[in-house]
């Protein structure tokens, strides 16, 4: 480990040679950080997980157990991935045709969850503060703060930083239960007030 190893990893973990991994991580049992991979500090890596070569990760982000990051995947600070969800990153994969050419990349931005079991397909960005369902499949891009669900996921709200339903009144604001914060919904969003 090239790190000065101010995270700390399961002895059952690998690390491979030239993983960048920041202070204060934890990497939990059975889970590989492949070469290249980028992890911020303060993040928790669960049982079973993946970080493949070239994946960025920011400050804070969770993973639960079971799942694979696979190279095209970027996370920004305080990103959730609940347990044994799936990211893609060939879209049309054939296993006689090397496609590592053609990833594409799938741009999960700061604050968002993505819930146990929901797929995500390649080539979508995940909006700030959004929250998608248990179970839901990702075909297009999720706005920030949009509540999605199902397969084909479609959106069914909106949520506040702190993961609440937002009611909007007749101006067309909403207050976050748990934080008290306002949220302006226009056409083109939800956007913190
Ligand atoms: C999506 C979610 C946040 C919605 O929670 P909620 O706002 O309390 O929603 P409700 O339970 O009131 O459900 C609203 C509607 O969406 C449906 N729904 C809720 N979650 C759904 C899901 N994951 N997939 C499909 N439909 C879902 C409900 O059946 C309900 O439908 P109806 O109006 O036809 O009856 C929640 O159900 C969920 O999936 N959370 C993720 C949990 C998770 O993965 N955690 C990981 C860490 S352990």
């Known amino acids: 480990m090239d790190n000065l190893k101010k995270y700390s990893a399961h002895e059952s973990a690998v690390i491979d040679p030239k993983a ?18 980028s992890i911020g500090n ?9 970080v493949s070569s070239k ?8 993973i639960q157990n079971n799942v694979s990051v696979y190279t095209g995947v970027i996370c920004e600070d305080d990103v959730f991935l609940g347990p044994s969800m799936v990211f893609t990153n060939v879209i049309n994969p054939r296993s006689f045709i090397v496609r590592k050419e053609q990833f594409l990349e799938t741009y999960v931005e700061k604050g968002a969850t993505i819930g146990a079991n929901a797929t995500v397909i390649c080539g ?12 839901a499949v ?56």
């Open 20 to 37: 960048n991994i920041g202070d204060g991580t934890k990497i939990w049992h059975f889970s590989h950080i492949m070469s290249d991979a």
């Open 42 to 50: 303060n993040c928790n890596i669960g049982q079973n997980v993946v």
């Open 55 to 62: 994946v960025q990760l920011g400050n804070g982000v969770k």
């Open 124 to 135: 979508n960005r995940i909006g700030s503060y959004a929250l998608i369902g248990a179970g």
């Open 138 to 193: 990702i075909t297009k891009p999720v706005l920030p703060y949009a509540l999605v669900v199902g397969n084909p996921a479609k959106q069914i709200g909106w949520v506040s930083k702190y993961g609440h339903r937002l009611q909007f009144n007749e101006h067309q604001i909403a207050t976050c239960p748990e934080s008290g914060e306002q949220y302006k919904l226009t056409k083109n969003g939800v956007t913190p007030v």
